[in-house]
């Protein structure tokens, strides 16, 4: 099966961190330590971080339609609260994990192997309680996202969006400015939100909370991949130097890029906090 861009670099990331979930940890005073010891620590509070708001504004039982589901943690830990729960998810590898994760548990979840662009939304508007979008929401254009939103939630329905956003000093050119992709630009989305229908109710900074992450994958990726990497090279360049000679000269550009992206030192908590601003927001459709 072959993996787009997107779906390889969560499935590689899946496979070196050797962590069921994919989502940010959730750094709070609950978890012990910032280090790779308590990730998955926080990695369930981020999941109970969403279920508490979710459960906070919504209703006691409900039906939630998570988009870009992942691998089915949390809507599974939603089942598990009560609530019934669909995914959509548009990566095939993962899908396959999401299905599989439901029919072990038993759930009773309906998985769209699909964007959210591409939901059949005629047919099943006013279907929903809550709409979650928890660090998929920088992949789908924001007017996209909520108008669908709007069709498939019932008169008071709830959004949850839980994700990060460019500040305003993305594209300012300084030293990591390239290392973090992805995200609205915040103000721009907030300007766009001002004049919809959508009542926000809650808009909380989270990333001092999150953040962490970064710092981690950094030292991951510094302490780890970078030596592997160099060993790999030592190796290729001694047996098979015109192979190694080739395949830099026909990907020189991307693996300028990666470099760049991931091994520079620039990919660090300071410049991720500088460049992205992580934020809870919770939407009320009106009634």
Known sequence: MSLDSKEFGLVFAQQLTGLEDLHYGYWDDSVPDTSVVYMKQAQQR???????????HGKP?????????????VLEALSERGHQ???????????KQVRGRVHRRGLDSQVWGCTMEALPVSSIERRYDAVLFSESFQYIPYSVALDHAWELLKPGGVVLICDFFKTEHSGDGKPGDRSFGGGHKYHGFLDWLGTSEWRCVQNDDITAYTSPNIRLLDELLTQ?????AS??????????PWMLALFKRL??????KLEYK?????????????Y????????????
Do not use: W
Not at 46 to 56: G, K, S, V
Not at 224 to 228: D, G, H, N, Q, S
């Open 251 to 256: 990907f020189r550009k991307k693996l300028r």
């Open 61 to 73: 039982s409900m039906r939630v339609l998570d988009v870009g589901c992942g691998t089915g943690a």
């Open 85 to 95: 729960v669909d995914g959509v998810i548009p990566a095939p590898h993962l899908e």
């Open 231 to 240: 060993t790999l090279n030592t190796f290729l360049s001694s047996r098979h």
């Open 46 to 56: 981020y999941t109970d971080q969403l279920i508490d708001t979710l459960e906070h």
């Open 262 to 274: 991931y091994l520079s030192g620039h990919r660090s908590q300071a410049v991720f906090e500088r």
């Open 276 to 287: 992205k601003t992580y934020r809870r927001l919770v939407l009320i459709k009106p009634e």
């Open 224 to 228: 780890r991949l970078a030596p592997a």
